[in-house]
């Protein structure tokens, strides 16, 4: 992608401890938002808050009623997310464990 920029993606439980952590490329904040929210909508059950970070600010944190609404993404950024996604379930985090985020994988592989 060009004209992208990194953005890291952590995400913690109730006792503020970190249980995942996945970077990725958006095209912008905005488009980095959705797809950060979209994630955290898919594995909310494992996690308390998610922040979004880029060039070491914090973007934005989600947390709460974030994780109950779903935010949507088309096209490329849906790829992305669907790329994060499987990178968390493939990882060593606690997140990994997400029923709702192995639910939405399963669904996407129909």
Same mark, same amino acid.
């Given at each position: 992608?060009?004209?992208?920029?990194?953005?890291?993606?952590?995400?913690?439980?109730?006792?503020?401890?970190?249980?995942g952590?996945q970077?990725?490329?958006?095209?912008? +904040?905005?488009?980095?938002?959705?797809?950060a929210? %979209?994630?955290?909508? @898919?594995?909310?059950? &494992?996690?308390?808050? *998610?922040?979004?970070?880029?060039?070491?600010?914090?973007?934005?944190?989600?947390?709460?009623?974030?994780? +109950?609404?779903?935010?949507?993404?088309?096209?490329? %950024?849906?790829?992305? @997310?669907?790329?994060? &996604?499987?990178?968390? *379930?493939?990882?060593r985090w606690?997140?990994?464990?997400?029923r709702r985020l192995?639910a939405?994988?399963?669904?996407r592989?129909g």
């Amino acid at each position: 992608m060009t004209g992208t920029h990194g953005y890291q993606l952590y995400f913690t439980d109730h006792g503020a401890r970190l249980v995942g952590h996945q970077r990725f490329r958006a095209e912008s +904040d905005l488009q980095a938002l959705r797809l950060a929210g %979209a994630v955290f909508h @898919a594995c909310h059950d &494992e996690c308390e808050a *998610a922040e979004l970070w880029r060039n070491g600010e914090r973007v934005v944190r989600l947390n709460g009623v974030d994780g +109950d609404r779903p935010f949507w993404v088309t096209g490329s %950024a849906a790829d992305v @997310a669907a790329e994060v &996604e499987e990178g968390l *379930a493939n990882s060593r985090w606690s997140i990994a464990r997400s029923r709702r985020l192995l639910a939405t994988l399963a669904k996407r592989s129909g």
